[in-house]
């Protein structure tokens, strides 16, 4: 097979960095905040899979509650080809074996049962994926605080990509901002502490094993998901239900009945990867660790009294000692990650210890698909679209139009009206392809716009201002920048279809979220036809902006065949042995604000965070007021005072309001840091594309 070369460059519209926000940024701040540059090679070989927008400058897992497949513009892509790093050169241990990993990580694969309830040894196993950034103090230090697990999302976002992308940052976020090295001379009550972060990849995801993949290899997996763009999404038009009805069914064959059968009576993955299994995998990582620090505490105390004679104290050995049975839990779960928070305390509620949980799902909706609530507030983003571009006027806002904000949701509608009936035609230029934009595209557009308004609310204005004077060009870059070449490599052609060759992990990504949503929320699968248009039309009856990608996004569960064996039904709430800290933006999409504050009754003392923005999590927009809440939580557990509202520190279109942090002379060198890290978080979160669910 021949290869390939993209030119990136010619992918990636220009405008997508002209309008990024940060030219709005005050003057001081345009060259302090640490902007990662990769290093994006300027050519992609096929087969390496390595395309990515330059919009963020980095390249983050998606927090994408509710994500999609194709079409991600901003989503994706293995940048980095693990160079010399493979997961399968460790062998799954039952105990925390760390290997040196990636760019100063730490990987190990932790053996735990594929059916917890299997309590006896026996059954099948599985290796969750786990990798760990060491904290800047080592384990025996008094400063050391534990290690706080993460979850991006999704279902079916990678902990393990999140850890490597975002780790970092986080690791700033729940730090002391004392420097590690200084010396250290309060009361030992208030010791700065610093975290390991750990990210895992849940069951059915990238680098946990066994996983599973539902196409033969991944150029098959790729013409399906065009395929699914050129179909269009729900909505799109009058056949638009029964043909992506059909694609469901044809998807559930020949996926999910793979991973829900049961081979020769062992345990069938498919019905063991819903988040009950998954917080117990969590427990388990939360039980080893403690396990492994006190190894580590152990061999320290050795060499320590080897070089200067036997320590009565044996002050490592104490300080790092295993609680066993009895360690906690230190967590910050977004977006779906809640969803696995939440449960977890909710199943173990004396192993929480911190839990930050930002983008809050309801879980009776999860769980019980109980209520089309969850969309409530992704209409009001719409209409903060149009007041924005409305106050900063043509200037700021490309589709700005006279006559208000009403003017501008019209001049929406009737954009969206004039392409449903007639997909805009863009011809082949140097740069791209021929290429059709259709009702589905716009309404992809909008929906990452009302997850991500700071970031792509000039876009969207830039997009849809230029597709109204007939101009498609930067469109179809957005559309086109985000497509995985799809080649195989020599090795999968050798082996041929289905073979683990040409299984790509991380590749099954859509299908993990099914996999996982699917059997958390059987009600979604319980449905025929007609039950599903009637979930579809309560859905648009809530919300006109994502009522369709939101059905959409559920479609894959109706023929979805496995079944969890460990079901969770509730209670939804515990009394638990630390409060929860819970975040929500004033206006979410899809985890709106009053689902925080349901869930919060359910646990008794916790606190609803509400961060004043718009988007989907506290990625929405930078806030250093959320970002010193969070640290604060993990500092000395101190929780917020109830009803406490932050300031996001910049506005989509609008930019920094005065009262923005970035307006305040009195910033340390160490608040500045905070700031660049929350800032980088926001800037490189990619959102994901058109049809993923919850
Ligand atoms: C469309 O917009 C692009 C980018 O702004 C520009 O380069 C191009 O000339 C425009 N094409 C037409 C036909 O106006
Ligand atoms: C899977 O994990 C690897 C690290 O092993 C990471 O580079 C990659 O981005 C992840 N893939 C996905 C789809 O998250
Ligand atoms: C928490 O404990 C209180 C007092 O014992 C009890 O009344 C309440 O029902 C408990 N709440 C939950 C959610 O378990």
Redesign the pocket.
């Known amino acids: 097979m021949h290869k390939v070369e993209v030119n990136i460059d010619l992918l990636i519209p220009k405008t997508m960095t002209k309008l990024a926000p940060k030219e709005r940024y005050p003057p001081q701040w345009q060259n302090t905040t640490a902007r990662k540059q990769h290093n994006v090679g300027r050519r992609v070989v096929c087969g390496l899979i390595a395309l990515g927008s330059v919009l963020f400058l980095s390249y983050r897992?998606p927090l994408q509650l509710f994500p999609g497949s194709s079409g991600r513009p901003w989503e994706s892509i293995?940048l980095?080809k693990?160079a010399g790093f493979q997961?399968r050169q460790i062998s799954p241990s039952p105990e925390l074996e760390y290997h040196d990993c990636f760019d100063g990580f730490q990987c190990a694969r932790l053996e735990v049962p594929m059916d917890h309830r299997h309590t006896d040894g026996k059954g099948r196993k599985m290796a969750v994926a786990v990798a760990r950034l060491p904290a800047k103090v080592p384990v025996t230090d008094p400063r050391y605080g534990g290690a706080i697990l993460i979850n991006p999302g999704g279902p079916g976002g990678?902990g393990?990509?999140q850890l490597?992308i975002s780790g970092r940052n986080l690791q700033t976020i729940a730090d002391a901002d004392a420097d590690p090295a200084s010396e250290f001379d309060g009361s030992l009550s208030d010791l700065p502490k610093y975290y390991d972060i750990i990210g895992f990849d849940p069951r059915g995801v990238?680098?946990t094993t066994p996983g599973f993949t539902c196409f033969p290899d991944t150029f098959s997996r790729r013409n399906w998901e065009l395929q699914a763009e050129a179909e269009g999404m729900l909505g799109s038009g009058p056949g638009s239900l029964i043909r992506n009805w059909q694609r469901s069914m044809a998807l559930a064959e020949s996926c999910s009945q793979v991973i829900a059968t049961s081979i020769n009576g062992e345990e069938a993955l498919g019905e063991h990867v819903n988040t009950p299994q998954v917080t117990a995998d969590m427990l388990e990582i939360v039980e080893r660790h403690g396990q492994w620090r006190e190894r580590q505490g152990k061999a320290a105390q050795a060499a320590q009294d080897m070089q200067h004679g036997y320590d009565n104290s044996q002050a490592f050995v104490e300080r790092t000692r295993w609680n066993k049975g009895k360690e906690k839990l230190l967590y910050w779960g977004r977006s779906y990650g809640t969803v696995l928070g939440a449960t977890f305390a909710a199943l173990y509620p004396d192993r929480v210890e911190r839990v930050v949980l930002d983008g809050v799902v309801d879980l009776d909706a999860y769980y019980l698909t109980s209520s089309p609530s969850v969309l409530a507030d992704s209409d009001a983003i719409f209409e903060r679209f149009a007041e924005y571009c409305h106050t900063v006027g043509s200037e700021g806002c490309p589709f700005h139009h006279p006559g208000g904000p009403d003017a501008i949701k019209k001049a929406y509608r009737e954009l969206l009206s004039r392409i449903y009936d007639e997909p805009f035609a863009v011809p082949a230029s140097l740069s791209h392809g021929p290429e059709v934009i259709t009702w589905t595209d716009v309404k992809v557009l909008t929906r990452i716009a009302m997850y991500q308004p700071l970031i792509v609310f000039p876009l969207f204005a830039e997009f849809l201002a230029e597709l109204k004077q007939g101009n498609g060009t930067n469109f179809v870059g957005f559309k086109q920048g985000s497509r995985e070449p799809s080649c195989l490599s020599d090795e999968c052609l050798l082996a041929g279809p289905w073979s683990r060759e040409c299984s790509v992990?991380?590749g099954n990504?859509n299908y993990a979220t099914a996999a996982i949503l699917c059997t958390d929320a059987e009600n979604l699968g319980n449905v025929d036809r007609q039950g599903f248009k009637d979930y579809w039309e309560s859905l648009k009856a809530t919300s006109e902006t994502l009522g369709d990608y939101w059905a959409h996004a559920r479609l894959d569960c109706v023929g979805w065949k496995a079944k969890a064996k460990w079901k969770f039904t509730g209670p939804f709430g515990a009394n638990t042995s630390y409060p929860l800290l819970w975040i929500g933006n004033t206006l979410d999409p899809v985890t709106p604000l009053r689902s925080a504050q349901k869930m919060s009754l359910k646990f008794p003392g916790s606190v609803v965070l509400q961060q004043d923005s718009e988007g989907h999590t506290t990625l929405a927009a930078p806030s250093f007021c959320v970002a010193k809440a969070v640290r604060t939580y993990f500092q000395t557990g101190e929780l917020p005072a109830p009803g406490t509202v932050c300031q996001a520190d910049l506005k989509p279109l609008i930019g920094a309001s005065p009262s923005s942090v970035l307006y305040a002379a009195n910033l340390t060198p160490g608040d500045r840091a905070l700031y660049a890290a929350i800032e980088d978080e926001v800037r490189s979160f990619r959102t994901a594309g058109p049809f993923r669910p919850l």
Do not use: M
């Open positions: 897992q293995e980095h693990e997961w990678s393990v990509a490597l990238n680098n992990p991380g990504e």
